[in-house]
């Protein structure tokens, strides 16, 4: 019941098309549903962030989709652009508190 | 305003040995909170630091263990370590123990 399943495991797109990085979770406790980007050598970095009481945020290129009845929630990055290649990471909690992770998604954003 | 700091960057320790690794929380935060990242895979809670006390901890055998100091810095420290150790320790700071958590850059062990 604690998990977060994250897909695909990688991704490849061409530059200026959508990404799109799914995750699923099974605990309904969660409230607080995170995305991380991370590059090589470096720790994780808040992307964008959504709470259950909404079902899709933007911020700049970057949407959060949500949808509770199915569980999940997905990240989309408009415009990618090869400087977005990098490993993201959704997560949830409960309250902020521990944070659980997906496996991982790396993205390679071709020119 | 400084961000999450982490040190030292790079360990590199043999089976059995004993780790202290050292985060300083961003400025105001008084939360932080220790991951372990294997390669390849998402970073797993080890412990979170709230005003000094523990305030939760995830799956990880008692021979991990930390402190938080007055000034909410903390430690991590690592007793008998083994191969699986090897990984990217990462710390978090929060404003509070509800609040978004911003990463340091980790420290990297190695256990030979």
């Known amino acids: 019941q604690q998990q977060v399943k994250q897909s695909p495991q990688s991704l490849i797109v061409q530059k200026g098309g959508i990404s799109i990085i799914n995750c699923a979770y099974e605990?309904?406790?969660?409230?607080?549903f995170p995305w991380y980007q991370q590059f090589p050598g470096k720790g994780p970095a808040l992307l964008i962030a959504?709470?259950?009481?909404?079902s899709e945020k933007k911020e700049g290129r970057f949407t959060i989709s949500f949808n509770k009845s199915a569980k999940q929630f997905s990240l989309h990055i408009m415009d990618s652009q090869p400087g977005d290649s990098a490993t993201y990471f959704c997560?949830?909690?409960?309250?902020?508190?521990?944070?659980?992770f997906g496996q991982g998604t790396t993205l390679q954003v071709k020119p | 305003e400084t961000g999450v700091t982490q040190s030292p960057t790079h360990l590199i320790k043999t089976r059995g040995q004993q780790v202290t690794l050292r985060c300083s929380s961003q400025?105001?935060?008084?939360?932080v909170s220790w991951y372990q990242q294997a390669l390849g895979q998402g970073p797993q809670f080890i412990f979170q630091?709230?005003?000094?006390?523990?305030?939760g901890r995830g799956n990880f055998p008692p021979r991990f263990s930390g402190l938080q100091f007055p000034n909410y810095s903390s430690e991590l420290n690592v007793n008998a370590l083994e191969l699986d150790d090897s990984a990217l320790y990462l710390c978090?700071?929060?404003?509070?123990?509800?609040?978004?958590?911003?990463f340091g850059p980790g420290t990297r062990l190695t256990v030979l």
């Open positions: 959504i709470r259950p009481d909404v």
């Open positions: 400025s105001g935060h008084n939360t």
């Open positions: 997560a949830a909690s409960r309250n902020t508190g521990k944070l659980i």
């Open positions: 630091y709230y005003r000094e006390e523990e305030n």
């Open positions: 978090a700071s929060s404003l509070d123990y509800y609040n978004e958590q911003f």
């Open positions: 605990n309904t406790a969660f409230d607080y």
